[in-house]
């Protein structure tokens, strides 16, 4: 991609018992988005947080906060998560039977709106949702938990998404989550991809600053 690639650290990855210092130091490394990654325990077999931790984040850091609903009925919660703090709500292709409607609730609030897709479904199922949203978010792991091996097999998905993205006309951000690192980053960026969530790769090592710088010049950003 031509412009600068975002790198959204994923706070399911961080150290929980102290939060806040941990958002504060992604911001602190360069961080463009925090991606805040909401499960359910249905949608997905993991349980996360709701909207007072978002709330909580949104006190300490200027940057926008990516919220990924990995829940059913995910309607139902647009709502509470605008109210917390909210910069961009998306929501799932697999979990939301009334996807335009839940995406013009999100625009209604004021907030950015995206859809997600799993590694198995197919990127046919947003074609009609291209002139509606601004962020299509594509799993590279099945979601759930942190820490799993990146699914090659959705990288042809990515390169259809580009092309649609461009043909819209719109400035639709186009994001990968799951095994991202520096190997995978040019592999995904290379199709199309220009926002990665990253937990691992960022937190494993200690130095925010240096895995996002990493994770920047692999994508050639």
């Known amino acids: 991609m031509a412009s600068q690639v975002r790198i959204a650290p994923s706070i399911l990855s961080a150290d929980f018992a102290r939060l806040g210092e941990e958002v504060q130091a992604l911001e602190s490394a360069g961080a463009d988005w925090i ?5 359910d325990g249905r949608f997905v077999p993991n349980l996360t947080i709701g909207p007072p931790v978002v709330k909580a984040i949104r006190a300490v850091t200027k940057l926008p906060l990516d919220v990924h609903l990995m829940i059913v ?3 139902r919660y647009i709502d ?12 799932h292709v697999e979990a ?6 839940a995406i013009q609730h999100i625009h209604a609030r004021g907030l950015r709106a995206g859809v997600s897709l799993n590694p198995s479904t197919s990127e046919e199922t947003v074609r009609y949702l291209i002139s509606s949203v601004d962020l299509v978010l594509v799993m590279s792991v099945n979601p759930g938990f942190g ?6 097999d959705v990288v042809p998905k990515l390169d259809v ?7 819209s006309g719109r400035d639709i951000d186009l994001e990968v989550d799951g095994g991202v690192t520096p190997e995978t980053a040019p592999i995904v960026c290379a199709a199309g ?4 969530v990253a937990g691992s790769a960022i937190f494993g090592g200690g130095n925010y600053a240096r895995a996002i710088a990493q994770l920047r010049a692999a994508a050639g950003s």
């Not at 998560?81 to 998306?90: E, K, R, V, Y």
């Not at 939301?96 to 409607?101: Q, S, V």
Request: overall charge negative.
């Open 147 to 152: 820490g799993q091996a990146f699914i090659a």
């Open 193 to 196: 991809a220009n926002a990665l």
């Open 73 to 75: 009925e995910p309607e």
């Open 161 to 167: 998404l580009r092309k649609w993205a461009v043909s």
């Open 80 to 91: 509470a998560f605008a109210d917390a703090g909210a910069n961009c709500i998306t929501v």
């Open 35 to 39: 991606h805040v990654d909401v499960m």
């Open 96 to 101: 939301c039977t009334h996807i335009h409607r």
